[in-house]
């Protein structure tokens, strides 16, 4: 009989996983809002998980930075843009091409730090402590931490090339 944090973990697994399918291939509009408004899903079920893992401080600020922060600054792009509900457009081969290969490359780099991973292996964090993960994190995981900052940089620049118009 599985317990009831087991329970949670799985309908928050399930939540993040299903909010974020909804958020990149919403089936019920085409309405970029209603993608954002998944997203916010996506982090707050991800947010329920770091709780379940007792790490309060980093569910925090997952809702308040990314919930709050960064889903605000999301939405005024898509409400400045004026942002209708989005058409088809022609895809070009060169374009997708560059995203296969992107997705390749990044799948690629997920399986190798996947395979290299030791289970509960690494530095220990005390449990609430902010101190000791601000060390490990601009330290052992600066390089992750950078390359992250780039990945919103990038999906920011991302909303704007996908909501301009076509010029003809």
Request: charged share 15%; proline share 4%.
């Amino acid at each position: 009989m599985p317990e009831f944090t087991d329970l949670l973990f799985y309908a928050f697994a399930g939540l993040t996983l299903l909010c974020g399918f909804l958020c990149v291939a919403n089936p019920f509009s085409r309405n970029p809002v209603t993608s954002a408004m998944f997203l916010v899903l996506t982090i707050v079920s991800m947010a329920g998980l770091f709780v379940l893992l007792h790490a309060f401080f980093l569910a925090a600020v997952q809702v308040l930075v990314y919930a709050g922060a960064v889903m605000v600054l999301f939405l005024f792009v898509i409400m400045l843009l004026d942002l209708k509900e989005e058409e088809r457009r022609k895809l070009r081969k060169v374009t997708v091409g560059l995203g296969a290969v992107a997705v390749v490359a990044i799948a690629g780099i997920l399986a190798k730090a996947v395979s290299g991973a030791v289970p509960f292996g690494g530095d220990k964090l005390v449990e609430g402590g902010t101190k000791p993960l601000g060390r490990i994190l601009f330290t052992q995981y600066l390089l992750p931490f950078e390359v992250l900052s780039i990945l919103l940089l990038v999906a920011m620049v991302g909303v704007i090339l996908l909501s301009k118009k076509d010029l003809k």
